[in-house]
DNA sequence: CTATTTGTTTATCC
DNA sequence: AGGATAAACAAATA
């Protein structure tokens, strides 16, 4: 369930072993999970190494551990992290890699397998990651990012513009319906339709969720705001949180959309452009 | 057996 | 050429 907050907390899950060495590494490499790699590396490279830190971009995780290597770790759909005490838990029954420390394993495992394993080495963060676009928290994000963004995707609903990783690292299916419900914005609206102000509500919203889902996501998804639209989205017969309206689930670019009809309206309406104030 | 899934990559069609 | 869209990936769940 890896959206910016849930990868977060994910990476932290391997905390207690930053200063731990790798003892041995299990791993089944015939996995979707080591697509491009050469799974034999993790295991001539990591035993004897130590894990340093890590970081998050996005929905990356780069793990640093020494002798210069690079463990990227993404979560895909049903990715986890998993820190298991004793090294007395038996194999899951969906696991990719093991760490074995000392006193702890460090797991991933992942049923569906679209998460990746990557491992790099060198001196410095390999290119991949040098390369990833800057966090929606950053000041690298600008308005004006957003903007030619949107005008390059002019075309495509605003939805499936906002899952793109290219400009919005770390937004995910349930964030993006969150952020348009915010901004009043029907997800179906091309990019190319916003006006200059809503599209400064859109970039203020992106930076409020992913603000909040960061800071807010400790155990569950359970800990956001009880107002905000993901706990009603789901749920067959669920109403918005706002005006109590049914809420409406439909496939758009590939994906299921939740909205409020009222709050957040449908283009092509010309008609109701003449009345149409921003939200 | 069918349809669903908090993601990304690839192929195909404009 | 570049953008939009659908399918594919793998497995659980309803």
Same mark, same amino acid.
């Given at each position: 369930m890896p959206e910016l907050g849930e990868v977060e907390y994910n990476r932290r899950i391997w905390d207690p072993g930053v200063g731990g060495r790798v003892d041995r590494v299990d791993l089944h490499a015939a996995t979707r999970c080591f697509r491009g790699e050469d799974a034999d590396c993790f295991l001539r490279w990591l035993p004897g190494s130590v894990l340093r830190s890590s970081e998050c971009r996005g929905k990356q995780i780069l793990f640093r551990f020494s002798g210069d290597l690079w463990l990227?770790?993404?979560?895909? #759909?049903?990715?986890? /992290?998993?820190?298991?005490? &004793?090294?007395?838990a038996p194999p899951? *029954?969906? @696991?990719?890699?093991? !760490?074995?420390q000392k006193e702890r394993s460090l797991v991933?495992?992942? $049923? *569906?397998?679209f998460g990746r394993l990557r491992l790099d080495r060198g001196k410095n963060a390999p290119g991949w990651w040098k390369s990833l676009p $800057?966090?929606?928290?950053?000041?690298?994000?600008? /308005?004006a990012r957003v903007r030619d963004f949107l005008a390059r995707h002019a075309r495509a609903p +605003?939805?499936?513009? !906002? /899952? &793109?990783?290219?400009?919005? $690292?770390? +937004?995910?299916?349930? #964030?993006? &319906?969150? +952020? /348009?419900?915010?901004?009043?914005?029907h997800p179906s609206r091309p990019a190319g339709k916003l006006d200059e102000a809503e599209s400064r509500a859109l970039w203020r919203e992106i930076r409020q969720v992913s603000r909040v889902a960061l800071r807010r996501i400790g155990k569950s998804w359970g800990d956001l705001p009880r @107002?905000?639209?993901f706990h009603s989205r789901w749920s067959d017969g669920g109403s918005c949180p706002r005006t109590g309206v049914a809420l409406v689930r439909e496939r758009i670019g590939g994906r299921t959309a939740c909205w409020s009809p009222g709050r957040q309206t449908p283009p092509r309406s010309p008609a109701s452009r003449r009345k149409a104030g921003s939200s």
């Open positions: 990227g770790v993404h979560l895909g #759909m049903t990715g986890a /992290l998993r820190c298991l005490r &004793d090294g007395e899951g *029954r969906h @696991e990719h890699l093991r !760490l074995h991933y495992s992942d $049923p *569906r397998q $800057p966090e929606v928290l950053s000041a690298g994000f600008t /308005l +605003i939805k499936a513009v !906002l /899952l &793109d990783q290219e400009c919005f $690292p770390g +937004i995910g299916n349930w #964030m993006a &319906d969150e +952020i /348009l419900w915010r901004c009043g914005f @107002e905000w639209l």
